[in-house]
């Protein structure tokens, strides 16, 4: 049996500045952007894996969620309180200084962690925390 990821979701309070953000700042590819059951269904990938896709969605994207239930959310979102997603990279430095210079928001400069990578940290518009992972050379 052979399995692998295919989609991961990030929630974004607006499709637009993700856009923004997740195309033109990070350089991530749009691979759809319809309208589907009264939402926006938008995805994103990398050039180099086309087989996975990020998904761009509202905080809580279930109509049957309750109006408290979506609040919630909103509110967690708007903390920076949900889960984002750790990008590879080949070079973090790089990485961290194309973002920054983007004007993105910066949460962690890059730094080389005791569990084997150097990383960094930035805030997407929506608030959700991105690292940018690259394995230490020995």
């Known amino acids: 049996m052979d399995i692998k ?7 974004v309070d607006d499709h ?3 856009l ?4 033109d700042v990070l350089g ?7 309208g589907f059951e009264g939402m926006r269904w938008v995805t ?5 894996q086309p087989d996975v896709e990020i998904v761009l969605e509202p905080p809580l994207a279930d109509p049957n969620a309750s109006p408290a239930d979506k609040k919630a959310m ?3 979102l708007a903390k920076g309180m949900l ?3 750790i990008f590879g990279t080949d070079d973090c430095d790089a990485t961290f200084e194309r973002i920054r210079a983007a004007g993105g928001e910066v949460l962690q400069e890059p730094i080389d962690q005791p569990y084997g990578v150097r990383d960094c940290a930035f805030r997407d518009p929506a608030g959700n925390m ?8 020995p």
């Not at 990821?5 to 929630?11: D, E, H, K, M, V």
């Not at 923004?20 to 195309?23: D, G, R």
């Not at 991105?130 to 050379?137: D, T």
């Open 28 to 34: 991530l590819e749009v691979h759809n952007d319809v």
């Open 74 to 76: 909103a509110e967690l």
């Open 20 to 23: 923004a953000f997740y195309q």
């Open 44 to 48: 994103v990938g990398a050039p180099s």
């Open 16 to 18: 637009d500045k993700a």
């Open 130 to 137: 991105l690292r940018f992972s690259q394995p230490r050379r």
């Open 83 to 85: 889960r984002g997603v």
């Open 5 to 11: 990821l295919s989609q991961c979701f990030i929630a």
